[in-house]
């Protein structure tokens, strides 16, 4: 088993070295192999929140990935130092589903992750993410 990357610069050589993830700060990065996904339009609420949650994230220097489910919605995992995010992008009024829950439950429960769940076309949602992403652990 790998060791736990101890520095940004450690984690980003870590991350890097995994063909399943693409760094957010990379615009060039290799393509990340995706499962079957159902297309996002140009206009899509949840496309436009993640293009502004990748912005923010790269401004403030998270590094992370995500992945689209169909019909679940977009997953996001950022990581800045110690911080840990796992971040749950849905349509503006779709729920999470049982499995879902479960999972951002169970990751939470450790302690070391924050999970949030915001949905694409609530401001509420929007303006929680941008604090969120501009704030400092400590």
């Known amino acids: 088993m790998d060791r736990m990357p101890q520095t940004t610069a450690q984690l980003k050589a870590w991350l890097a070295a995994r063909p399943q993830v693409q760094l957010v700060e990379e615009p060039g990065a290799r393509p990340t192999p995706r499962l079957p996904t159902r297309p996002l339009p140009e206009t899509d609420e949840e496309e436009a929140l993640l293009s502004e949650l990748r912005t923010l994230a790269k401004q403030h220097g998270w590094v992370g ?27 503006r ?40 992403l501009t704030r400092r652990a400590g």
């Open 65 to 91: 990935e995500h992945s689209v489910h169909p019909d679940d919605g977009i997953r996001c995992m950022l990581v800045r130092g110690s911080e840990v995010l796992v971040v749950q992008v849905l349509r």
């Open 93 to 132: 009024n779709q729920k999470l589903t049982m499995a879902q829950q479960t999972w951002l439950s169970v990751l939470e429960h450790t302690g070391k992750v924050e999970t949030y769940i915001w949905h694409g076309g609530l401001r509420t949602d929007h303006a929680a993410m941008q604090e969120r």
